[in-house]
């Protein structure tokens, strides 16, 4: 097994951190976006997010597998203790937990700066077990979900692991590839929130 390490993403990472991005944006549904972005618009979007949030890589052999980060989870004030993550992996390196280790290295960098929620924005197939994302953990034989070519619910099912909760299902709110899809939001708590 290699060794995996996992650390602050720099400048010098953006042009691979853009070619993992690539492939979900021209191939999957689990971004929203039509267009890839170019290798400056991704460099803009790492230094905005740096400004205040951590954007990590994680590395195998000197060679970036993957990213996570943070971003404001909305831009007024009294939500300044919750975020929205985002986690990417190369595709030929799924399956061997680097998800979840930048996942972990996310959680813990954002409890040091104090932030209580993490939350996710997912992508979700508007057919899949008849709207009923909260039965996703044991669905019924007539539940069964048909694949679709351009999205699982590998996402879902990986932050179910990781301890987050459904608390939103938004419902045909895009459409990619000439079909409608839904939107999840996923929760996790990380912190107490005291008065």
Request: hydrophobic share 35%; charged share 25%.
């Amino acid at each position: 097994m290699e060794t995996i390490i996992i650390r602050n993403a720099t400048k010098a990472d953006i042009r691979v951190i853009q070619a993992i991005y690539a492939p979900y944006v021209t191939d999957t549904v689990i971004t929203f976006e039509y267009d890839v972005p170019t290798v400056e618009e991704m460099e803009r979007r790492m230094e905005q997010v740096q400004k205040k949030y951590p954007w990590l890589v994680a590395e195998e052999n000197g060679k970036v597998v993957g990213y996570a980060y943070a971003s404001a989870f909305k831009e007024r004030a009294a939500y300044q203790w919750a975020v929205e993550t985002s986690i990417y992996v190369d595709g030929q390196e799924k399956r061997k937990g680097i998800g979840r280790q930048l996942h972990d290295a996310l959680e813990e960098a954002l409890k040091m700066q104090g932030i209580l929620n993490m939350n996710a924005c997912i992508s979700f197939p508007a057919d899949a077990l008849n709207n009923q994302p909260t039965r996703l953990t044991n669905p019924s034989p007539q539940e069964e979900y048909t694949p679709d070519p351009h999205l699982t619910l590998d996402s879902v099912h990986f932050h179910e692991r990781l301890g987050y909760t459904t608390v939103a299902h938004f419902h045909l709110c895009g459409k990619k590839f000439g079909r409608w899809y839904d939107m999840i939001w996923m929760e996790k708590m990380i912190g107490e929130h005291k008065p």
